[in-house]
């Protein structure tokens, strides 16, 4: 996991650069409260102390990169908890959660605290970093009418100098960190590369079909929680399929569900929810691709206990 | 069925009246009657109503069906519980709907519902078809009596959690962020599910003490 964290480096820098105090606050009490809340379930659980393992720490990121920079303190210490006590440990601890912890937390508090948490919390209307004044881009493209896309706008989503949640503006840096995690192979390139494509496609087809949309294929690619989901939240090694087949499925069901949810859902995103539905089925799609052994006529029989895992 | 079984068979009144608050608590150890439990238990009010109702659902059918289990076919028995417990639910949302007009209008389906509350038909299949009046009265007490802290501590969590109050009244400090989730169904499910296990983890706890107290003892 400490692959993760560096992978992550690029994102906290570029959330750093880009909100400042906004982003500073989110991740150390989300890095903290899932530290703690770790500690608390382990020592509960009476199992030797798995901060070593450092998922915690990448859960508390991710969440902490999934808030808006606008949030209290205390979305993100309840979201830390509901991540680590709901999402994880509850399961049984690392390895054992069907859902992606961090996505968990989010959801938890975006139930919870839906106003804390939906589309105009993310504007900070008086605040002294012009970012945060205005409406994130996805937002805006929902109430703006058939004006086409605006081409300007895609160097700064590309560069992460947009209003957002605090880790998901900057597709460079997400691609950068997301690059070095598939090269030291910590994530499967087939779910970025599955998501990235059916995102582009979809997005593609759009394009083909009503050109006059604010949004292009590249304002899909760059905007939103694309890229950060993609290469950080949709690859967990623990909530995504096992076989590389699998994977291409998982990775294009999330990619298809992010642009219905975007085209067609209240929410601007939907990572979160796509994400979290994809992991509902995974244990499905293990099962459905059990490779055949070498040799072997039939596919090997699932066994019970391993939750339908090969 | 049991009409050839003894007075003496079964345990006794009064540990009927124990067992049934926490031993087999009808939610935490037997998981009976989780429909209502989780669909009333977002406020202490709704929840401490519904509790009532049970009770005196419980208690009637119980006292009923224990007199009349002379008479009771084996091949009719659910029949005659089930037309039993009809009788005093409907008592019960009547009475609701006449003195407590919101509290009714706010429980909506569940009062009817009780009538397929599994408590109830459990306790008479159990308790009241094979024992003493007395006996079946302490039974559905101790039955009641655990639902009702079951429906208490459910709805504490979610009501404080939710809005912040206990029985309508402000606990929380002003600035406390109502945790919305708490009040819908998911947040049903979770505070169930983590009060139950710390159901579990408690009586795991006291088992394990009672088993090494014992094993002391004994090398003492």
Redesign the interface.
Same mark, same amino acid.
């Given at each position: 996991m400490i692959d993760v964290l560096i992978g992550l480096a690029p994102v906290l820098v570029a959330a750093v650069a880009v909100f400042r105090w906004y982003a500073l606050k989110q991740i150390v009490v989300c890095l903290a409260c899932c530290l703690l809340a770790e500690a608390i379930f382990s020592a509960m659980r009476r199992r030797a102390m798995s901060l070593g393992d450092f998922s915690a720490a990448v859960t508390g990121m991710i969440l902490a990169f999934s808030l808006p920079p606008s949030a209290?303190w205390?979305v993100g210490a309840?979201g830390s908890f509901a991540a680590i006590g709901?999402g994880k440990c +509850?399961f049984g601890g690392l390895g054992q959660n069907i859902f992606n912890p961090a996505m968990v937390g989010r959801a938890?508090v975006m139930?919870?605290?839906?106003s +804390?948490m939906g589309a105009s919390a993310y504007v900070i209307p008086g605040a002294s970093l012009d970012v945060v004044t205005q409406a994130t881009p996805l937002t805006a493209a929902k109430s703006a009418g058939g004006a086409g896309p605006d081409w300007s706008m895609l160097w700064p989503l590309f560069v992460g100098n947009v209003n957002g949640s605090v880790g998901e503006t900057s597709a460079l840096a997400c691609l950068l960190g997301g690059l070095y995690l598939c090269f030291r192979r910590a994530a499967k390139w087939e779910i970025p590369l599955a998501m990235l494509a059916t995102v582009a496609t979809v997005a593609g087809l759009g394009d083909w079909l009503g050109p006059r949309h604010p949004l292009s294929v590249l304002h899909h690619l760059t905007g939103g929680a694309v890229m950060l989901g993609a290469f950080f939240i949709a690859t967990d090694p623990v909530s995504s399929p096992l076989t590389s087949g699998g994977r291409w499925f998982f990775g294009a069901g999330v990619g298809a569900l992010v642009m219905l949810m975007r085209a067609y859902s209240g929410y601007p995103e939907g990572v979160m929810f796509s994400v979290l539905l994809m992991n509902a089925l995974t244990p499905l799609i293990n099962r459905a691709t059990i490779p055949r052994p070498l040799g072997g006529s039939h596919r090997a029989i699932p066994s019970q206990t391993t939750n339908g895992a090969p | 069925m049991s009409k050839h079984i003894g007075q003496g068979d079964g345990p006794a009144p009064l540990e009927r009246l124990i067992n049934g608050i926490l031993p087999e608590n009808p939610v935490y150890r037997q998981i009976l009657g989780i429909c209502p439990t989780l669909a009333v238990s977002n406020s202490m009010e709704s929840a401490m109503t519904m509790a009532g109702a049970v009770a005196f659902v419980l208690l009637g059918s119980n006292l009923v069906v224990s007199l009349i289990r002379g008479l009771l076919k084996p091949h009719l028995r659910i029949l005659v519980f089930t037309l039993t417990i009809a009788t005093f639910v409907t008592i019960a949302d009547r009475f609701l709907a006449a003195y407590m007009h919101e509290m009714s209008r706010k429980l909506g389906p569940y009062v009817p519902l009780i009538i397929v509350n599994c408590i109830i038909i459990a306790r008479c299949e159990v308790c009241a078809a094979k024992q003493s009046v007395f006996t079946a009265a302490a039974d559905a007490i101790g039955q009641s009596l655990g639902f009702a802290l079951a429906m208490a501590t459910i709805a504490t969590v979610r009501e404080l959690l939710g809005f912040g109050t206990w029985f309508g009244l402000a606990v929380m400090p002003k600035a406390w962020?109502a945790? &919305? &989730?708490?009040i819908?169904p998911?947040g049903a499910f979770?505070a169930l @599910?983590?009060l139950m @296990?710390a159901v579990n983890w408690i009586a795991a706890a006291w088992a394990a003490k009672s088993a090494g107290g014992g094993e002391e003892a004994k090398k003492a």
């Open positions: 209290p205390y309840v709901l +509850a938890f139930i919870c605290f839906a +804390a | 962020p945790w &919305v &989730v708490m819908l998911p979770l @599910g983590l @296990g």
